[in-house]
C-alpha cells in the first residue's frame, strides 16, 4: 500500500442523489481526513477516514438486521415452514 504523502483528488463517475446533479469529489488528505464537495463547488466537507468507516459498518450491520428481520417476518407470514 502507498500511503498518502499528498492530497489526492478524484470525483465520482455519475452524479450522487441529493446533490443537485452534480458529480462529487473526494480528496484524500495526508492525515486520514477525507473531505466532500460537489463538482463546481468550493464548500469541502471534512471528516476522518475512521469515521467514514465506522458509518460503513454501521450501515451494514442495519442493512443484514433489516435482511434477517425480513426474513423472519416472510417466515411467520407462511406459518414458519422453512
Same mark, same amino acid.
Given at each position: 500500500?502507498?500511503?498518502?504523502?499528498?492530497?489526492?483528488?478524484? !470525483? %465520482?463517475? *455519475? =452524479?450522487?442523489?441529493? @446533490?443537485?446533479?452534480?458529480?462529487?469529489?473526494?480528496?484524500? $488528505? =495526508? /492525515?486520514?481526513?477525507?473531505?466532500?464537495?460537489?463538482?463546481? %463547488?468550493?464548500?469541502? $466537507?471534512?471528516?476522518?477516514? /475512521? &469515521?467514514? $468507516? @465506522?458509518?460503513?459498518?454501521?450501515?451494514?450491520?442495519? *442493512? %443484514?438486521?433489516?435482511?434477517?428481520?425480513?426474513?423472519? *417476518?416472510? !417466515?411467520?407470514?407462511?406459518?414458519? &415452514? @422453512?
Amino acid at each position: 500500500m502507498i500511503e498518502v504523502k499528498r492530497a489526492v483528488t478524484r !470525483r %465520482t463517475i *455519475a =452524479p450522487v442523489t441529493g @446533490s443537485r446533479g452534480r458529480r462529487i469529489v473526494v480528496t484524500l $488528505y =495526508p /492525515g486520514d481526513a477525507i473531505g466532500f464537495r460537489e463538482e463546481g %463547488t468550493r464548500h469541502t $466537507y471534512l471528516t476522518t477516514i /475512521g &469515521a467514514c $468507516y @465506522s458509518l460503513a459498518v454501521k450501515q451494514e450491520v442495519a *442493512a %443484514t438486521r433489516q435482511a434477517k428481520a425480513a426474513e423472519k *417476518a416472510a !417466515r411467520k407470514k407462511n406459518g414458519g &415452514a @422453512s
